[in-house]
């Protein structure tokens, strides 16, 4: 038996098109049923980009995206120099986090961080020696470098850039993607997801065998069910 952890916890999400709120809900009455007392924060945008102008900043990893792929040492290198854009957001309703146990932060996959969370994480005040813990929501399966690597491995440096204390992870795929004009990008992961993992990509999502399985988890390792 692990030793109990529940507390305070603040569950602070952004969400363009909804499917990272729903997880963010799931995970709030999910806590709640464990014992903890859950605090909400939805990061809003001051104003909303253009989705053409998103991807914009997000080009110069093409060309480099088959050695990011192939090569670890590439993606280190890539990792400690590529520029993370961010999105201005309105004032937080908890600007400082210092008084929570633990902290949830969760983000769409725009390649890396979604824009407005990479500005929350510049902005809040209180995550030096507070345990953070994030969660994801993305189109594809969870592929272990395109999708978990191109993350989490960021978020966890800024995180610890900040001096918190880097918690767990959680992926779910969302089975959207608002790119291009015929569900291009869904139809690739949804092959991808039968040939990488011989699954249906519905699988991996909140709805799906593996995605709830791994939420649940995720929340009895928060409680302390074992870590
Ligand atoms: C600019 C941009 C980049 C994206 N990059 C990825 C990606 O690298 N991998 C992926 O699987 N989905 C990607 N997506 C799809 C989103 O991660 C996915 O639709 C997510 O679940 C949306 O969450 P939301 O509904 O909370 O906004 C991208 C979406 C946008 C807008």
């Not at 859950?38 to 991807?55: C, F, G, S, T």
């Not at 993606?75 to 999105?87: D, I, K, N, V």
């Not at 902005?123 to 507070?130: A, E, F, P, S």
């Amino acid at each position: 038996m692990g030793r109990e952890r529940t507390g305070r916890i603040l569950i602070a999400h952004y969400s363009r098109s909804g499917h990272t709120a729903r997880l963010a809900d799931a995970l709030a009455r999910e806590l709640a049923a464990r014992g903890f007392e859950v605090a909400r924060e939805e990061i809003r945008v001051v104003r909303d980009w253009n989705k053409w102008l998103l991807p914009l900043p997000l080009l110069p990893l093409l060309p480099f995206l088959p050695l990011y792929l192939l090569s670890g040492a590439f993606r280190r290198l890539w990792h400690r120099h590529f520029h993370q854009p961010e999105q201005a957001i309105r004032a937080l309703r908890h600007s400082d986090v210092a008084g929570f146990d633990h902290v949830l932060i969760g983000t769409p996959k725009w390649l890396y961080l979604s824009f407005p969370v990479a500005r929350w994480l510049t902005l809040v005040r209180g995550l030096d020696g507070r345990r953070v813990s994030a969660f994801a929501t993305f189109c594809g399966p969870p592929l272990q470098v395109f999708e978990l690597e191109m993350l989490f491995v960021p978020l966890d440096a800024r995180l610890r850039a900040r001096g918190a204390e880097v918690g767990d992870h959680l992926a779910i795929s969302s089975d959207y993607h608002p790119y291009f004009f015929f569900g291009e990008m869904e139809a690739l992961f949804r092959w991808l997801s039968r040939r990488v993992f011989g699954r249906p990509l519905t699988d991996f999502t909140l709805d799906g065998e593996v995605g709830r399985a791994a939420l649940t988890a995720f929340c009895d390792r928060l409680a302390g069910g074992g870590d």
